[in-house]
């Protein structure tokens, strides 16, 4: 992995030679999820992505986003080259209305410093900005307040409890260290089921301090100071929006994929539109 090319591709190439820390971690974080999308557009693109770090790490590098198996990847690969006690482990995202569990479809971090754990990660779409201490607490980041606490359905985990206005109820995981490995069956799934919700919905979000951007097929939205929302009228006006909103110019994507990309949203918006 080229570190400083993906350290300048997040706008810190200054980080490069400084020693490992709370404060470079947070900054390291926060400019990740500022200027790298969480995005599964490639699905959509019809091209298949494995969940090996250094190929997220290549097309973050060159420009995409991903979701948490290639952020969260990419990110543990970049942060162990400077330095960083890093430590993957086997998550599940709780969507609303489901039961919390270990279920794999999400990739966690956590840091080891010498003044102590955090969690971190940047997969989790309109979630955290920056990283949290693994300490029992509230906390708020801009418009979200988070509750982390130990797990009830991981004994030795812990618990992330997201904000009422976020897109999922909550994450868990366990303490034990994990294996990319550990998620191949369900990158599987979650990238060609019918029924995941990468299949059934292209969503883009890109968090800041002040809020977070969600495109959710055609469907613009906004949760910060102020909430605003609208939908996206045409193909130039889609890919601007990815671009200008999201950090994604999708200069690897042809004029003929960008024609088949808008048909299909444009297909699925319509379905969605009549229920």
């Known amino acids: 992995m080229n570190v400083a090319a993906y350290l300048a591709r997040i706008g810190r190439a200054d ?31 019809g091209r298949p992505t494995s969940v090996d770090p250094e190929e997220s790490a290549a097309r973050i590098i060159g420009g995409r986003g991903g979701y948490c198996y290639h952020l969260n990847g990419a990110f543990s690969a970049l942060a162990v080259a400077l330095g960083y006690d890093v ?32 969690l971190v990660d940047l997969g989790l779409g309109d979630a955290l900005h920056e990283p949290l201490p693994l300490v029992e607490g509230t906390y708020r980041q801009g418009p979200f307040e988070y ?8 004994p030795g985990g812990w618990r992330l409890d997201h904000d009422p206005r976020g897109s999922f109820a909550g994450m868990d995981f366990g303490p034990a260290p994990a294996e990319m490995s550990a998620f191949l069956e369900k990158h599987h799934e979650l990238s060609t089921s019918p029924e995941s919700g990468f299949v059934r919905t292209a ?23 102020h ?5 996206v009228a045409g193909q130039a006006d889609y890919f601007a929006v990815l671009a200008d909103v999201f950090g994604l110019p999708m200069t690897d994507v042809s004029p003929r994929e960008r024609e088949k990309l808008w048909r299909k949203l444009s297909e699925a918006h319509e379905r969605w539109l009549t229920g």
């Open 203 to 225: 969503t883009v979000q890109r968090r800041d301090a002040a809020g977070v951007d969600t495109l959710r097929g055609l469907v613009l939205s906004r949760i910060g100071e």
């Open 227 to 231: 909430e605003t929302r609208m939908t």
């Open 15 to 45: 980080l490069l030679d400084v020693p490992p820390s709370a404060d470079h971690l947070r900054e390291l974080h926060a400019a990740h999820v500022e200027r790298v999308a969480y995005e599964a557009l490639e699905i959509w693109l």
């Open 87 to 118: 430590t993957r482990h086997v998550g599940g995202v709780q969507n609303r209305g489901g039961a919390p569990g270990i279920t794999a479809n999400h990739l966690v971090l956590t840091v080891r410093l010498p003044d102590g754990d955090w």
């Open 147 to 154: 509750g982390l606490r130990p797990s009830e359905v991981a």
